[in-house]
């Protein structure tokens, strides 16, 4: 079945979906911007709960790990101190904040 539309009415829907596009686009970003304000907020001598997601036999699912620095400027890292008593750098997304 094909559907013949003019050309004033796909430029109205290519509007709409343009509109729509952004709209996704800077709700995105400002979630992105909140993550990252709230990781942020955690200083050195913080603990976090790792939540999974590494292969690394120095860490435990659910165990809580202190933070030895405050996460990277871009709240994609951190570092902790592991099972083993040493220092990692980690994702973020590997824990719950």
């Known amino acids: 079945m094909k559907i013949e539309i003019t050309e004033a009415q796909y430029n109205v829907l290519r509007d709409i979906i343009g ?3 952004i709209e ?3 709700k995105s970003a400002e ?6 304000n709230h990781i942020e907020s955690y200083n050195r001598g913080d603990y976090i709960e790792y939540k999974g997601g590494s292969e690394s036999k120095y860490l435990t699912k659910l165990s809580r790990y202190r933070l030895t620095a405050s996460p990277s400027r871009n709240g994609s890292r951190v570092t902790i101190i592991n099972d083993n008593n040493k220092r990692m750098v980690c994702k973020t997304s590997w824990f719950v904040f």
């Open 19 to 21: 509109k729509y596009e």
């Open 24 to 26: 996704l686009f800077l």
């Open 31 to 36: 979630t992105e911007r909140n993550r990252v």
